[in-house]
C-alpha cells in the first residue's frame, strides 16, 4: 500500500528543498509509542484524570444494526445519549477556559438563541489497519520542506502523529495533518450549500460533487503523487441559472512550487477555463461571499502568507458525533435558523484539541490578519476557526460539525458552517438530509484523466 523510498515529489519539488532545510522527523524508538500510549495517528491513548474524557478504546469502526452500507443515510449509534448540560450566555463563564474566543462570541451575539448542548465524550476515531501501517512508517520519514510549503517522505497516513520541532515546525505538522487526513479513497455526494441571510431568506445551491484523495492511492505511493493530494470535480445541479456549470481542482502537495490547477465550466458559453484565483481569500460566488477560497474544507491550501505558532494541546468543547443534525429526512428549514443552525440538532463534546495560531505576515495580503484553529487530536480535523479582520477585530466564525463515518471508518465533517458576526449573516455547506442518501465511499481508482479539463467539458455537456 506505500512505496517505502523516500524520494522527493519531482524536481521542482527539489528545487524548494534546496532553498530551504527539510525538518527531520522523529526516531523509531518514538514512533514505536503509536499504538502503545499513543493511538495509532498520534493522540494520548489514556483519558484525562477528571474522567470526563475517555480513553481511546480502537474507536467505532462497526455499523450500528440496519445501517445497509455508504451512501445510507448514518443511523446515530448513540440513539441513548442525552445531554449533560447546555452551555448558553448566562453560564459561559462557569466553562470559558474550554470554548475558543469565536464561540463565545457566538453566544454574546446570539445570547438568547445559541447554545451548546454538550454530551458525553465518546473518541469514535478510527483508521484502517492499512493506513495505520502508513503513519508508523511516516513518523519516521516525513519532513516538511521549505516554510511549510510541501511534504516529502509521506504517502498514505498522517505525515506527523508526533509534533516535534520549535512551535512553529510543530504548528505547519499540525496543519498539514489537517490537510492530508483521511477521508477514504474516493467519495461522491449531492448536496446543498446556503448562503443564510440577517433575516433568514435564503436559497439552495445544490451540486454533485466526487473527489479522489490521491495521497491515499492504494495502487500509488509516494513516488506516483505527482504533486497531487486530490482530485475534486462539482457540477452545479440547480438553480437554474447556474446549473450546468462546473468546477475542477487539482490540489497540489506544494503549492508554492505549483499553485493548485483549477479549471471552470460555464455552461452558456460551454467553454472551460482556467480559474486561476481559486485560492488564499478570493471570494467564492455560491456563499455570497462569506467564504473565502482557503476557509473551504475548514483551511485548505497554502501556508505561506502567515506566520504560524503552535499554542499547544487543551481540553476544550468542539462539535463531534453530530449524527442528529444529518438525521435522514429533516427538512432544511428545521436545520437553518435566522442567524445560526438550530443548536438543538447539535451535540457538543469535550475532547483534547491543538491549538495554533496564524498571524499575517507583514509584507501578505489576506482579508484575515489573525486565525486560531482548533484542531481535534485523535483526527485531526480542523474543527472550530477564529477568524479576525485587518482591526484586529474577531469577524468570522467557522464550525465543523463532525462524526464518524463508521464505514470508512473515520471522523469527517458533515456539515461546514461559516458565521459573519459583523453581517449577522451565516453559510452552509454539505446539506444532504433531504437528499435519498449521503456520501458514498469506494476504493475506486480513476483513471486520471477522468479528472481533466478535456474530460470536464465532456461530462458538462452531457
Known amino acids: 500500500m506505500r512505496n517505502n523510498k523516500n524520494v ?19 526516531s523509531s524508538s518514538e514512533a514505536s509509542r503509536l499504538g502503545r500510549d499513543l493511538t495509532p495517528f498520534g493522540s494520548e491513548k489514556a483519558g484525562n484524570e477528571a474522567g470526563t474524557i475517555p480513553a481511546w478504546d480502537g474507536g467505532l469502526s462497526t455499523p450500528p444494526a440496519g445501517y445497509e452500507g455508504s451512501g445510507q443515510h448514518h443511523i446515530d449509534p448513540f440513539p441513548q445519549d442525552k445531554p449533560l448540560f447546555t452551555i448558553n450566555a448566562s453560564n459561559m463563564a462557569v466553562y470559558e477556559e474550554r470554548l475558543p474566543d469565536g464561540v463565545k462570541a457566538m453566544l ?7 447554545r451548546l448542548p454538550v454530551y458525553i465524550s465518546r473518541r469514535t476515531h478510527a483508521v484502517p489497519d492499512w493506513v495505520a501501517d502508513n503513519i508508523r512508517k511516516n513518523a519516521t520519514s516525513a519532513r516538511i520542506v521549505g516554510e511549510g510549503a510541501g511534504l516529502e517522505g509521506a504517502f498514505g497516513g498522517y505525515p506527523f502523529p508526533i509534533l516535534h520541532g520549535n512551535n512553529e515546525e510543530k504548528a505547519w505538522q499540525v496543519i498539514w495533518n489537517h490537510l492530508t487526513r483521511w477521508r477514504g479513497i474516493s467519495a461522491t455526494r449531492r448536496s446543498s450549500e446556503v448562503a443564510v441571510q440577517s433575516d433568514g431568506d435564503y436559497s439552495l445551491v445544490t451540486s454533485q460533487q466526487e473527489v479522489f484523495f490521491n495521497f491515499y492511492n492504494p495502487e500509488g505511493g509516494e513516488d506516483e503523487l505527482d504533486n497531487i493530494i486530490f482530485y475534486y470535480l462539482s457540477f452545479t445541479q440547480s438553480p437554474p441559472r447556474l446549473a450546468g456549470g462546473a468546477v475542477l481542482v487539482h490540489e497540489t502537495l506544494n503549492q508554492i512550487v505549483n499553485p493548485r490547477y483549477g479549471w471552470g465550466y460555464n455552461a452558456g458559453q460551454r467553454r472551460v477555463r482556467r480559474a486561476p484565483n481559486l485560492g488564499y481569500d478570493s471570494p467564492i460566488a455560491a456563499s455570497d461571499n462569506l467564504r473565502t477560497a482557503d476557509d473551504t474544507d475548514i483551511f485548505n ?13 487543551r481540553e476544550m468543547y468542539i462539535p463531534y458525533n453530530n449524527y442528529l443534525v444529518s438525521k435522514a429526512g429533516t427538512p432544511y428549514e428545521d436545520i437553518l435558523g435566522v442567524s445560526h443552525i438550530s443548536p438543538d440538532l447539535t451535540r457538543w463534546e469535550l475532547h483534547r484539541v491543538h491549538v495554533v495560531e496564524a498571524t499575517l505576515k507583514d509584507d501578505a495580503r489576506h482579508i484575515y490578519s489573525k486565525r486560531r484553529f482548533y484542531v481535534d ?7 472550530l476557526v477564529d477568524q479576525y479582520d485587518s482591526r484586529g477585530e474577531l469577524w468570522r466564525v467557522t464550525m465543523g460539525l463532525a462524526k464518524n463515518y463508521y464505514e470508512l471508518p473515520g471522523v469527517w465533517t458533515v456539515l461546514d458552517v461559516y458565521h459573519d458576526l459583523q453581517a449577522r449573516r451565516y453559510h452552509v455547506l454539505g446539506l444532504d ?4 442518501g449521503t456520501r458514498v465511499f469506494t476504493d475506486d481508482v480513476p483513471n486520471r484523466r477522468y479528472f481533466s479539463p478535456a474530460s470536464l467539458r465532456r461530462r458538462s455537456v452531457r
Not at 17 to 23: M, N, Q, T
Not at 301 to 313: C, F, I, P, Q, T
Not at 377 to 383: E, F, G, K, R
Open 433 to 436: 438530509t433531504e437528499e435519498s
Open 108 to 114: 454574546e451575539t446570539y445570547p438568547t438563541t445559541f
Open 377 to 383: 487530536a485523535d483526527s485531526w480535523n480542523v474543527l
Open 8 to 26: 522527493l515529489l519531482g524536481s521542482l519539488l527539489a528545487l524548494t528543498v534546496a532553498a530551504a532545510p527539510a525538518f527531520g522527523a522523529v
Open 301 to 313: 491550501g497554502a501556508l505561506d502568507r502567515y506566520n504560524w505558532r503552535y499554542e499547544g494541546l
